[in-house]
């Protein structure tokens, strides 16, 4: 065997996959330049994995082990024991070859090449009257270092990606969620089969798709919700470590299933590139009886119904309750600003539910997300146009959150604000932008004036899937963080805590004296 080293391009040693696609022999390629001259593919032992390998020499009295450097069909190249000579075309009577506990070869080669390499002496040898069976090496190669695909690190159970020692509760939780989602698969799936479409998928209110939604909610929502609050509770036992196997474990039962419905699919695969979009937001609101088939329609109702998913309609509750209490200040002129506004769905309910509105109102939206207002814009202004011409101004602005938080300029001509408030930014935001962007927002604020500020508490039982299924991270914040926060940005302020019904998104007021 010659000691040069291997040739570019001269094979593939990785597994292929079998495709089922017939090779056409004719269209093969053969080799190119020296290649076209056949010569047995050469493994440098970094090729060969996780194999135990040794090359046994007899030499008179000794049987020294060497190193291996490469190995063919027909020659093996390994380093020489120091302090005896080799030269080319010497007879080595027995050299044996072994792979783990396959012995491959035994008999013997003849020297064919020497060369010195980083002060160790490397010799070539060409086996004598048979070859060595390297197909049998490369699959013992191939089985021991299959990792297998996906998280898997092997098939024991010990090196799962899902398996980690205790939290039971968690676990059975979890597989309890798992069959409450397939038997519903299954029944529902009998239901739909025997329902008109137009009961199952319509949109027209009829007392049988009532009825049908009503069921689904009382007899499979209500249960999956609570499940989900209790595999909550469970997970806030584990510690920091433990969350990335039960991570993998809950993964593992429920997220194709879970995936079944419309609103957890866009929030887990973010089609706007952020989460919280204002479709994200729609999706919370209304239309919440949506999917492809009864069972994806029934898993979105429950999962619009986690604690959550209605603080986001309860906190657009209270936004209008304290838009309506501005409206109703006793002021001619009322200014109200709206900051990372979506699609302002509070404003939209207030306008459309409102009989009277001071002489004049102006309302600022102001989002980074140009879809968003598009979308605010196009059914703000027909309300406005029809029922509110000429006494409602709306102002839609499409700059960043960063612009925001160096220049309170974005604002200038526009006066103060009556009301300014900004309903799910902060969750986003670390402590010392939130303080430097709510003293920004205050100073906007008119004497007498509030800024009202909303942020969810650590406690939100929705956390599980958020964080596990939906890659969906918020800054959490305490009451009591959020009071630090805006007396450091507003030390002046008659601050206070404001609760809508769930308690999960707490909002912190504060009123320019």
Same mark, same amino acid.
């Given at each position: 065997?010659?000691?040069?080293? !291997?040739?570019?391009?001269?094979?593939?040693?990785?597994?292929?996959?079998?495709?089922?696609?017939?090779?056409?022999?004719?269209?093969?390629?053969?080799?190119?330049?020296?290649?076209?001259?056949?010569?047995?593919?050469?493994?440098?032992?970094?090729?060969?994995?996780?194999?135990?390998?040794?090359?046994?020499?007899?030499?008179?009295?000794?049987? !020294?082990?060497?190193?291996?450097?490469?190995?063919?069909?027909?020659?093996?190249?390994? *380093?020489?024991?120091?302090?005896?000579? *080799?030269? *080319?075309?010497?007879?080595?009577?027995?050299?044996?070859?072994?792979?783990?506990?396959?012995?491959?070869?035994?008999?013997?080669?003849?020297?064919?090449?020497?060369?010195?390499?980083?002060?160790?002496?490397?010799?070539?040898?060409?086996?004598?009257?048979?070859?060595?069976?390297?197909?049998? *090496?490369?699959?013992?190669?191939?089985?021991?270092? /299959? &990792?297998?695909?996906?998280?898997?690190?092997?098939?024991?159970?010990?090196?799962?990606? /899902?398996?980690?020692?205790?939290?039971?509760?968690?676990?059975?939780?979890?597989?309890?969620?798992?069959? %409450?989602?397939?038997?519903?698969?299954?029944?529902?799936?009998?239901?739909?089969?025997?329902?008109? +479409?137009?009961?199952?998928?319509?949109?027209?209110?009829?007392?049988?798709?009532?009825?049908?939604?009503?069921?689904?909610?009382?007899?499979?929502?209500?249960?999956?919700?609570?499940?989900?609050?209790?595999?909550?509770?469970?997970?806030?036992?584990?510690?920091?470590?433990?969350?990335?196997?039960?991570?993998?474990?809950?993964?593992?039962?429920?997220?194709?299933?879970?995936?079944?419905?419309?609103?957890?699919?866009?929030?887990?695969?973010?089609?706007?590139?952020?989460?919280?979009?204002?479709?994200?937001?729609?999706?919370?609101?209304?239309?919440?009886?949506?999917?492809?088939?009864?069972? $994806?329609?029934?898993?979105?109702?429950?999962?619009?119904?986690? !604690?959550?998913?209605?603080?986001?309609?309860?906190?657009?509750? %209270?936004?209008?309750?304290?838009? #309506?209490? &501005?409206?109703?200040?006793?002021?001619?002129?009322?200014?109200?600003?709206?900051?990372?506004?979506?699609?302002?769905?509070?404003?939209?309910?207030?306008?459309?539910?409102?009989?009277?509105?001071?002489?004049?109102?102006?309302?600022?939206?102001?989002?980074?997300?140009?879809? $968003?207002?598009?979308?605010?814009?196009?059914?703000?202004?027909?309300?406005?146009?029809?029922? /509110?011409?000429?006494?409602?101004?709306?102002?839609?602005?499409?700059?960043?959150?960063?612009?925001?938080?160096?220049?309170?300029?974005?604002? &200038?001509?526009?006066?103060?604000?009556?009301?300014?408030? #900004?309903?799910?930014?902060?969750?986003?935001?670390?402590?010392?932008?939130?303080?430097?962007?709510?003293?920004?927002?205050?100073?906007?604020?008119?004497?007498?004036?509030?800024?009202?500020?909303?942020?969810?508490?650590?406690?939100?039982?929705?956390? /599980?899937?958020?964080?596990?299924?939906?890659? +969906?991270?918020?800054?959490?914040?305490?009451?009591?963080?959020?009071?630090?926060? #805006?007396?450091?940005? &507003?030390?002046?302020?008659?601050?206070?805590?404001?609760?809508?019904?769930?308690?999960?998104?707490?909002?912190?007021?504060?009123?320019?004296?």
């Amino acid at each position: 065997m010659d000691s040069e080293p !291997p040739m570019s391009g001269r094979r593939d040693i990785s597994v292929t996959p079998v495709t089922g696609a017939v090779a056409d022999y004719a269209g093969l390629k053969g080799g190119s330049g020296r290649d076209i001259y056949f010569r047995p593919d050469r493994y440098q032992r970094s090729e060969l994995g996780p194999i135990g390998i040794a090359v046994e020499l007899a030499l008179e009295d000794e049987r !020294p082990r060497c190193e291996l450097v490469d190995v063919s069909q027909n020659g093996v190249a390994f *380093v020489w024991p120091l302090g005896t000579n *080799v030269e *080319v075309g010497t007879i080595l009577n027995e050299i044996v070859v072994k792979f783990d506990d396959h012995e491959a070869f035994r008999g013997e080669a003849r020297v064919s090449s020497v060369r010195h390499e980083d002060g160790r002496v490397i010799v070539g040898a060409s086996l004598v009257d048979t070859l060595m069976n390297i197909e049998d *090496v490369l699959h013992l190669r191939d089985v021991k270092a /299959w &990792a297998g695909s996906g998280d898997t690190q092997g098939l024991g159970l010990k090196k799962a990606a /899902w398996r980690t020692p205790g939290q039971e509760r968690f676990k059975a939780l979890v597989a309890d969620m798992r069959l %409450l989602l397939e038997d519903g698969r299954e029944e529902l799936g009998e239901l739909e089969a025997v329902l008109p +479409w137009h009961v199952t998928h319509g949109d027209a209110d009829t007392p049988a798709r009532d009825a049908l939604i009503e069921r689904v909610r009382s007899e499979f929502c209500t249960e999956l919700v609570q499940l989900s609050n209790e595999i909550d509770a469970a997970l806030r036992l584990a510690s920091r470590t433990e969350r990335d196997a039960l991570n993998a474990y809950s993964n593992r039962l429920l997220h194709p299933l879970l995936m079944q419905s419309p609103w957890m699919h866009r929030a887990r695969h973010k089609p706007l590139g952020y989460a919280g979009d204002y479709e994200l937001m729609n999706g919370l609101y209304g239309n919440h009886f949506s999917g492809s088939t009864l069972f $994806a329609k029934a898993v979105n109702l429950a999962f619009v119904s986690t !604690p959550a998913a209605v603080a986001v309609r309860t906190r657009k509750e %209270l936004m209008k309750q304290k838009l #309506s209490q &501005a409206l109703d200040g006793g002021k001619q002129s009322v200014r109200i600003l709206s900051i990372a506004a979506g699609p302002a769905q509070e404003v939209y309910e207030l306008l459309q539910e409102r009989h009277e509105l001071p002489e004049s109102v102006e309302i600022v939206l102001y989002d980074q997300d140009k879809r $968003a207002l598009t979308f605010s814009y196009g059914r703000l202004k027909r309300l406005v146009d029809s029922k /509110w011409k000429g006494q409602v101004k709306l102002l839609h602005l499409n700059d960043s959150i960063r612009h925001l938080l160096r220049d309170t300029a974005v604002f &200038a001509g526009h006066g103060a604000f009556d009301l300014v408030y #900004s309903v799910g930014l902060f969750d986003y935001l670390q402590m010392l932008t939130a303080v430097s962007l709510c003293r920004n927002l205050f100073s906007l604020v008119a004497p007498g004036g509030t800024l009202l500020v909303g942020n969810m508490v650590p406690s939100n039982p929705s956390r /599980w899937f958020m964080e596990l299924h939906l890659d +969906w991270f918020l800054v959490y914040r305490e009451r009591s963080e959020m009071l630090e926060l #805006s007396r450091l940005a &507003a030390p002046n302020a008659r601050i206070e805590i404001l609760d809508e019904p769930t308690r999960v998104n707490p909002f912190v007021s504060l009123t320019k004296e």
